[in-house]
């Protein structure tokens, strides 16, 4: 199982890097990405000790962590700059808080994220075809298991599959019981209306018999 999507106590998250980091070994996941909640207000805090820590916990736990972010209600024109931004200072892995139906995140964010150089377009709700589109050759979409998030799934597993986007299923875990095993994600993704072979596609890590290329590499295929 990989994870590319959490928060830790450095935004709206529970726990601190290194019990996220053990409870989501304890769980059985190979990977994790630790992305707390950004903007230009605290980039530069944030993810130097983000990768810091990251370094710390891999020599110690039997679970790759990755650095990365969540950049979160940026004005849409400003995304890509901070992409760029997230990367020079060690991001490896850059999701973009999309336009859920919960939340007043601005119109054009989700068609912003997708024209810039990001990994994870997270909880995209009611993205539209052209804006999906994009998804096949940029950054992915992502399915959630997060609530209020993750009700617009079934929209966004169908767009996906209709034009070849590429598609991830992560938490967005702000808590230990957002963590979930490999069987509720099957469930999450089946209800979001993918066959038991596209639910396989969606984590290529998971199904692999070793790490031996790194993940920046490898998230690419989803």
Not at 171 to 176: E, F, K
Request: charged share 20%.
């Amino acid at each position: 199982m990989i994870n590319f999507h959490t928060h830790a106590l450095w935004s709206d998250g529970e726990l601190l890097p290194a019990e996220l980091a053990r409870r989501a070994e304890y769980l059985g996941y190979k990977a994790l990405a630790i992305t707390d909640h950004a903007d230009f207000s605290n980039l530069e805090i944030l993810i130097p000790r983000i990768c810091n820590v990251c370094q710390k916990l891999r020599g110690s736990l039997n679970i790759q962590i990755i650095p990365g972010v969540e950049l979160t209600h940026l004005p849409p024109g400003d995304i890509a700059q901070a992409a760029k931004e997230a990367r020079l200072l060690g991001a490896q892995i850059v999701v973009v808080h999309g336009e859920t139906i919960v939340e007043p995140v601005m119109p054009g964010t989700n068609l912003r994220a997708l024209e810039s150089e990001i990994n994870i377009l997270a909880h995209p709700s009611l993205i539209t075809e052209d804006e999906i589109k994009l998804a096949k050759e940029g950054g992915g979409v992502e399915l959630t298991t997060r609530k209020g998030h993750s009700l617009t799934n079934g929209h966004i597993a169908r767009c996906a599959i209709k034009y070849g986007a590429r598609l991830i299923l992560n938490t967005d875990s702000h808590s230990p019981s957002d963590l979930i095993d490999l069987s509720f994600a099957q469930k999450i993704a089946l209800g979001a209306g993918l066959s038991e072979t596209e639910f396989l596609s969606l984590m290529p890590l998971c199904v692999s018999k070793s790490l031996t290329y790194s993940v920046y590499q490898r998230i690419r295929l989803f």
